[in-house]
Nanobody
Framework: QIQLVESGGGLVQAGGSLRLSCAASGTILTIDAMGWYRQAPGKQRELVAQIVSGGSTNYADSVKGRFTISRDNAKNTVYLQMNSLKPEDTAVYTC??????????????WGQGTQVTVSS
């Protein structure tokens, strides 16, 4: 089993910055991908950013140029640096990891979520 713990959420004014962290722990064999999703009230969950093997990244169009995802493989931790925040970024941000906790198959793991609120 892999457990994910997020931190770094909070309340900021528009134009401000936050950095989210997600640390994976437990029985970890390998991690194939780490990313961040978000869900705002009344909206579906969407992928915000993802980083995979080799360091390649994917971003939602709405955050390109403002958010940066990175990882520390040694610490099994992924970060999301969020700059130039907008009220539209307000949502619960949840860490996602695709990894192996056994030698047989990969599994999607989810954190508990952290609230990001951007005031106008």
């Amino acid at each position: 089993q892999i457990q994910l713990v997020e931190s770094g959420g909070g309340l900021v004014q528009a134009g401000g910055s936050l950095r989210l962290s997600c640390a994976a722990s437990g029985t970890i064999l390998t991690i194939d991908a780490m990313g961040w999703y978000r869900q705002a009230p009344g909206k579906q969950r969407e992928l915000v950013a993802q980083i995979v093997s080799g360091g390649s990244t994917n971003y939602a169009d709405s955050v390109k140029g403002r958010f940066t995802i990175s990882r520390d493989n040694a610490k099994n931790t992924v970060y999301l640096q969020m700059n130039s925040l907008k009220p539209e970024d307000t949502a619960v941000y949840t860490c996602n990891v695709v990894g192996y906790s056994s030698i047989y198959y990969p599994t999607n793991y989810w954190g508990q979520g952290t609230q990001v609120t951007v005031s106008s």
